[in-house]
């Protein structure tokens, strides 16, 4: 299988499309990406250790795809005439091998010219002052970013070279796939479509890390999966070996393996936006059930919080007063869902209270004007899907879109974390007596705060 690589690669060299390839990689490092006046360059650009890496694998992703569609279209047109490769028909090669071997002698080349691309990357970030350099990043960019379009494009153009004989309708249908993908598929299902994944969160803060990274490598791993699957669906249509009987099984098999594996990404990726959209429909309708019940205000509010990692605990010592005309038999205060009460005092005993989602109803009187302490301990982690529950899922889970290319920083309501914490009053991270302007409602509770922090060298 190794000569037959080594023949494949030196036969691709020679050909002009992948000049051209090398050619167009260089003219974007040198026109776009090196910074040749450093006092000139956006602070954008180059902040994040990430952000050398985003905008110079958005423009290689989308060129090295058009490059490897034109350069199997045209291998498939050569081989149909008579050349070099028909030495290798009579060898005891089996077909798997020898189709391996015609796929590596294709993706060997574009993989060095991206690992060289990326090293690029790296040495602007090295170079350019007050820019962060981070190796996790470039391993990051490379196995998720990089090699899952390069396998799923390489591997859906053989696919269909073998499928359709004819070179110029094989090249017709993969453009048609490439700009249909790039015009229609990037946004439905929560970019799930999207073989680049143009749209996923691709900044690293040297803070809180990559955003969104499970949702990330599911639907990356998709695509790789699926690439693998066309590789060895399309070995299996090789008919050079047309006369051994039952050896395509052991093709087929894997090949329906990989694409189940892919389908099953998909669907966790596409599942786990339809879990968070049903969680906000059912906070909505626990701010229906309860939005019309008489609320109290709170007067006081001291908080001792505690980090625990990426969890925390809290103690809550409020001072609430019924302002209303008529007694209240009991009152709702509200607080993040994934937050758990471990119990209310009041003046040492233990008050009931039931907990629905977002609402806490806490079972116990308040008269005309009475004011009542309570002493509230909690503890959880952030569920960040309560963030601005008035908005529209269209938008709010709507990918972020630039005028112009910039990284996808995500969308995060809340960071809690050994090195960075930042709670917003959105999250309601604290118990409130009034939702948040962003939750529900004109209601206004004006309250002094005093927090206190135990342990802060933890967040």
């Not at 010219?113 to 490379?142: G, K, Q, R, T």
């Not at 007063?321 to 937050?339: H, I, T």
Request: net charge positive.
């Amino acid at each position: 299988m190794k000569t037959i690589i080594f023949y494949e690669e030196k036969l691709l060299r020679r050909n002009w499309l992948f000049y051209f390839f090398i050619l167009g990689v260089l003219g974007y490092i040198v026109g776009v990406l090196i910074p040749w006046n450093a006092k000139q360059v956006l602070w954008s650009d180059v902040a994040l250790a990430s952000s050398v890496f985003s905008r110079g694998i958005s423009f290689l992703n989308l060129f090295q795809s058009v490059i490897v569609v034109f350069l199997v279209c045209d291998i498939q047109r050569k081989r149909n005439k008579a050349e070099t490769r028909e030495t290798f028909s009579i060898r005891p090669v089996g077909n798997g091998r020898f189709f391996l071997g015609e796929f590596f002698g294709i993706f060997l080349p574009f993989l060095v010219v991206d690992v060289v691309f990326m090293i690029v990357c790296a040495m602007i970030h090295i170079v350019v002052p007050d820019s962060p350099e981070n190796l996790w990043v470039f391993l990051f960019y490379f196995f998720v970013r990089v090699l899952p379009p390069l396998i799923f494009v390489s591997g859906l153009s053989l696919l269909v070279t073998k499928l359709v004989k004819l070179p110029f309708v094989s090249w017709f249908v993969l453009i048609g796939f490439l700009y249909f993908s790039y015009a229609f598929l990037v946004s439905p299902l929560y970019g799930v479509l999207d073989f680049r994944g143009s749209l996923l969160p691709d900044s690293f803060s040297s803070l809180v890390g990559f955003i969104h990274v499970e949702e990330n490598l599911m639907q990356r791993g998709a695509f790789l999966w699926l690439g693998i699957s066309f590789l060895c669906f399309a070995a299996s249509l090789v008919k050079r070996l047309p006369n051994i009987p039952g050896r395509k099984f052991y093709l087929i098999v894997p090949a329906c393996l990989c694409l189940m594996v892919s389908l099953c990404l998909g669907a966790l990726y596409v599942g786990k936006y339809q879990a968070r959209l049903k969680n906000r429909g059912a906070f909505r309708e626990a701010i229906l059930e309860y939005g019309k019940c008489p609320t109290a205000r709170v007067l006081e509010h001291e908080i001792t919080y505690r980090p625990l990692g990426d969890k925390f605990s809290a103690t809550s010592l409020m001072k609430i007063q019924n302002r209303r005309k008529a007694e209240m038999d009991k009152f709702p205060l509200f607080l993040n869902p994934g937050l758990e009460i471990s119990k209310i005092e009041s003046d040492g005993q233990r008050v009931a209270f039931r907990k629905n989602r977002q609402v806490v109803v806490v079972e116990r009187a308040l008269a005309c004007g009475e004011i009542v302490e309570l002493k509230i301990e909690y503890e959880g982690s952030i569920d960040e899907d309560i963030y601005q529950v008035k908005i529209l899922d269209e938008d709010y889970f709507a990918p972020v879109v630039y005028s112009s290319y910039h990284e996808n920083y995500g969308k995060r309501a809340a960071f809690v974390s050994r090195g960075y914490t930042l709670l917003l009053p959105e999250v309601m991270w604290y118990p409130m007596a009034v939702l948040p302007g962003g939750a529900a409602g004109k209601e206004l509770n004006f309250t002094s705060y005093v927090l206190r922090v135990e342990n802060p060298g933890r967040i």
